[in-house]
């Protein structure tokens, strides 16, 4: 007989469940089993802090783990507001417009969110749609360093031999920013946002895509008052006009500069990753 909602599982009952899952379908078997592991990891830790309930805990580990949902829920709310804003999933989806109705979300979209593991990392999401690497958003592109990445590439060239753009690992949305014809090299960007890259093709062989580094530097300049300290950054006016002084919401620089690339993303999304930073004290 199973049991009532106010009567716990007996462990003869959830051994039941598990042997059931067996028979489940493909397709709700894992997400169950999934379900079910959940359920047995919060019941040992239920079982751990019944046997301590005599050990006060400290307030500093109950500030913990308030912080930890909290921050989890801003997260995930930031997520679902990209989702809306920007309208790509981040589990396989192509990009489209802004939607009018909300999408439904199951279990597999969130597992696969590259966006939302990006944004559990404490990083902003982009205001554009990255790259994508086998259907799959490469947001590591746009995150990593300057290292090669072997990738499967071809150029698409008119019928007078001019080069149109570039399709990278299934990805076509790839521009050519420029050709260096001699050596089989191209200086690429998707979308024409973003950093740009240099796509090296080896005849029959796999080709190389490598981070172009920044060709632009701009100044944060920080200031202290009352032991308090500012970052503005200073973007050049137009037609030679002042400088113009974006306020930077951080107290530190590394903070500072993340600002700044967040900012620039949302500006100059043409010029995103193509720029470094540089602190100056006022």
């Not at 109705?101 to 999401?125: E, N, T, V, W, Y």
Request: aromatic share 6%; hydrophobic share 40%.
């Amino acid at each position: 007989m199973m049991s009532t909602p106010e009567k716990p599982l007996d462990q003869d009952e959830v051994n039941a469940l598990a042997e059931r899952v067996r028979t489940l379908p493909p397709e709700h078997a894992e997400w169950v089993g999934r379900l079910l592991k959940e359920m047995l990891r919060a019941r040992t830790h239920e079982a751990e802090l019944f046997d301590n309930r005599e050990a006060p805990v400290p307030a500093a580990a109950q500030g913990d783990l308030d912080e930890r949902l909290a921050q989890l829920a801003l997260d995930t709310a930031e997520w679902l507001r990209t989702l809306w804003n920007v309208g790509y999933m981040g589990a396989g989806n192509f990009p489209a417009q802004p939607r009018s109705a909300f999408p439904s979300i199951d279990l597999d979209d969130i597992m696969k969110s590259s966006l939302f593991a990006r944004i559990r990392q404490g990083k902003h999401a982009l205001p554009f749609p990255p790259p994508t690497r086998h259907g799959v958003p490469w947001h590591e592109l746009l995150d990593g360093n300057a290292e090669v990445h072997a990738v499967s590439a071809e150029v698409v060239r008119d019928e007078s031999g001019l080069s149109l753009g570039a399709i990278i690992d299934g990805c076509p949305d790839w521009l050519i920013v420029s050709e260096v014809e001699e050596r089989n090299e191209f200086v690429v960007q998707h979308q024409g946002k973003g950093p740009t890259y240099r796509l090296r093709l080896h005849p029959g062989k796999i080709a190389e895509l490598k981070r172009e580094p920044p060709t632009l530097t701009r100044p944060i300049l920080r200031q202290e008052r009352g032991g308090l300290a500012s970052h503005t950054l200073l973007w050049p006016g137009d037609n030679g006009r002042l400088p113009q002084q974006v306020a930077l919401r951080a107290v530190t620089w590394e903070r500072a500069e993340a600002e700044a690339q967040r900012w620039l993303a949302a500006v100059h999304p043409d010029l995103y990753g193509q720029v470094s930073f540089e602190l100056r004290d006022e």
